[in-house]
């Protein structure tokens, strides 16, 4: 899950770089990971024993 904000940072630290389309990309990345994880986790069945 940590996956998506190492991208983040990258992307950051290539806007800090002066590399606009690589920190674009980076982020685009990240955002698209993010919601496919995201997705995976909100469809998971609760192991809920009562």
């Known amino acids: 899950m940590?996956?998506?904000?190492?991208?983040?940072f990258a992307?950051?630290?290539l806007i800090l770089a002066g590399r606009r389309g690589a920190a674009m990309l980076a982020w685009a990345l990240s955002m698209t990971l993010l919601a496919l994880l995201f997705r995976l986790h909100a469809t998971d069945?609760?192991?809920?024993?009562l």
């Open 11 to 13: 992307g950051l630290a």
């Open 2 to 8: 940590s996956l998506p904000f190492f991208g983040l």
């Open 45 to 49: 069945a609760l192991n809920i024993a």
